[in-house]
């Protein structure tokens, strides 16, 4: 899932998915400010480039960080349908 939002965001010069990010990340830090989600506001004033790089990050900081991030809403019910369908068929 990381890939693919990480795919769509590099493809669009004005990084729309990162400022939704950024939004959505505000949102949750003023609605219920969880470490968590204090950690990915810092985590997005960083270049591109940076949380690029902590998406994809295959360590545990990287797992860890993914179960709480904000880029829900990136990818379109179509596209995370068509990643369930071939990690199921992967498998």
């Known amino acids: 899932m990381a890939r693919a939002i ?4 590099d493809r669009d010069p004005t990084r729309a998915g990162l ?4 939004a959505t990340c505000r ?3 003023e ?3 969880l470490p968590a989600f ?3 506001l810092h985590i997005l004033e960083r270049p591109w ?4 790089g902590l998406l994809l990050d295959e360590s545990e900081l990287g797992r860890r960080l993914r179960q709480s991030d904000p880029f829900c809403g990136i ?5 995370r349908w068509e990643i369930y369908r ?4 992967t498998r």
């Open 49 to 52: 480039e940076d949380v690029r």
């Open 6 to 9: 990480v795919d769509k965001i």
């Open 27 to 29: 949102r949750w830090v």
């Open 19 to 22: 400022a939704r990010a950024k």
């Open 86 to 89: 071939a990690a199921r068929e």
């Open 38 to 40: 204090r950690e990915w």
């Open 31 to 33: 609605q219920r400010p």
């Open 75 to 79: 990818l379109t019910p179509q596209e």
